[in-house]
T-cell receptor, first 111, second 114 residues
């Protein structure tokens, strides 16, 4: 079983839709949760960073962590064509040297 | 704003050839990393350098060597390339050591080994 599972999609939505992206994980020691956005032919860039459980909001983006269910989500409100990219979840635990990534979900927002 | 710069952007090698992938960062970060990205596998850590003068193996180090030349530069060497090393390689840096630090990635080197 992989440490982190992420539905690869692809996911296509119309402009203005609310997008929900999700990851599940198996290691209950994970405490740091991140979402990276990767445009085609580019490196990943950090989008959201959260610690432990709860919600974090940044503009149109909201990250949620449910540690009891080992489930994290990224919500994108009022999605735009510029949001078309692959979204990677990543997580780690205190003291570890490795960050565990999901395989990424490819999102297309159709104008 | 250069950030993390990787060279070359593309490379094709024959099996058995060697090459070095270069990475430099201008953010004065302490830690640097090399990842490979393969379809269906996600990003996997090859090697990392927590600080200048130190290097450690990651999840998939076999077939690779690294050198932390100075605080800015971290190179990845393939001594005898194999088709299984066909991948996209990303260098990343972070301000402080440890897996909890946000990573800043370069734009990758796309390597094909025939």
């Amino acid at each position: 079983q992989k440490e982190v599972e992420q539905d690869p999609g692809p996911l296509s939505v119309p402009e203005g839709a609310i997008v929900s992206l999700n990851c599940t994980y198996s290691n209950s020691a994970f405490q740091y949760f991140m979402w990276y956005r990767q445009y085609s032919r580019k490196g990943p860039e950090l989008l959201m960073y959260t610690y432990s459980s709860g919600n974090k909001e940044d503009g149109r983006f909201t990250a949620q962590v449910d540690k009891s269910s080992k489930y994290i989500s990224l919500f994108i409100r009022d999605s735009q064509p510029s949001d078309s990219a692959t979204y990677l979840c990543a997580m780690s635990q205190t003291g570890a040297n490795n960050l565990f990534f999901g395989t990424g979900t490819r999102l297309t927002v159709i104008p | 704003n250069a950030g993390v710069t990787q060279t070359p952007k593309f490379q094709v090698l024959k099996t058995g050839q060697s090459m070095t992938l270069q990475c430099a960062q201008d953010m004065n970060h302490n830690s640097m990393y090399w990842y490979r990205q393969d379809p269906g596998m996600g990003l996997r850590l090859i090697y990392y350098s927590a600080s200048e003068g130190t290097t450690d193996k990651g999840e998939v180090p076999n077939g690779y060597n690294v050198s932390r030349l100075n605080k800015r530069e971290f190179s990845l060497r393939l001594e005898s390339a194999a088709p299984s090393q066909t991948s996209v390689y990303f260098c990343a840096s972070s301000e402080y050591r440890g897996s909890t630090a946000p990573l800043h990635f370069g734009n990758g080197t796309r390597l094909t080994v025939t």
